[in-house]
């Protein structure tokens, strides 16, 4: 299998820009997709595939894909966007197996 | 909308085994194209990935977990199920059902359940 590494903390003053990157082997061949996670609540998908953000989901958010590197941008954070960040892909095994990333735990200044 | 809601026992002893069910209301779980999931989260940690059922019952395990993981569907009660046997502490977690999809090189859940905590203790 393979690992997906997440810095474990950013921070952002409100109302500015924060990128989220997710560093791994099968980022390479695989899109990530994004969650956000609340404390207490389960996570909430924010963006999937090249950059698709589902119904609902401010377009503040944003995503992007740079060789292992997979980055979630918050263009403009807002004190609601403070939570925990997860990516996750296919494993680069090229078996029906998926991996999470360590998460980052963003904090809105 | 699709909603997906866990249910089962919130505390299992050490060396039994651990059954959830995730009941879909909103949409049927014989719809194709969608990998119906179990993801848990160790208190304080991060997301892990346990395995999925597609509706005509093929299953794909996380390797570590594989030895002792069982999911099944149940397409009549629109339900999934999982069984972890041999459970220890370090199976205490949140354990959420999601609803996956993959299309080409691109994945993701969408919508998770609310999810359930499963204590193991004596």
């Known amino acids: 299998s393979s690992e997906l590494t997440q810095d474990p903390a950013v921070s952002v003053a409100l109302g500015q820009t924060v990128r989220i990157t997710c560093q791994g082997d099968s980022l390479r061949s695989y899109y990530a997709s994004w969650y956000q996670q609340k404390p207490g609540q389960a996570p909430v998908l924010v963006i999937y595939g090249k950059n698709n953000r589902p119904s609902g989901i401010p377009d503040r958010f944003s995503g992007s894909s740079s060789g292992n590197t997979a980055s979630l941008t918050i263009t403009g954070a807002q004190a609601e966007d403070e939570a925990d960040y997860y990516c996750n892909s296919r494993d680069s095994s090229g078996n029906h197996h998926y991996v999470f990333g360590t998460g980052t735990k963003v904090t809105v200044l | 909308q699709v909603q997906l809601q866990e249910s089962g026992p919130g505390l299992v002893k050490p060396s039994q085994t651990l059954s959830l069910t995730c009941t879909v209301s909103?949409?049927?779980?014989?719809?194709?194209?969608?990998?119906w999931s179990w993801i848990r989260q160790h208190p304080g940690k991060g997301l892990e990935w346990i395995g999925y059922i597609y509706y005509s019952g093929s299953t794909y395990y996380n390797p570590s977990l594989k030895s002792r993981v069982t999911i099944s569907v149940d397409t009549s009660k629109n339900q999934f199920s999982l069984k972890l046997s041999s459970v220890t502490a370090a199976d205490t977690a949140v354990y959420y059902c999601a609803r996956g999809r993959r299309d080409g090189y691109q994945n993701w859940f969408d919508p998770w359940g609310q999810g359930t905590l499963v204590t193991v203790s004596s």
């Open positions: 909103g949409g049927s779980i014989s719809s194709g194209g969608y990998y």
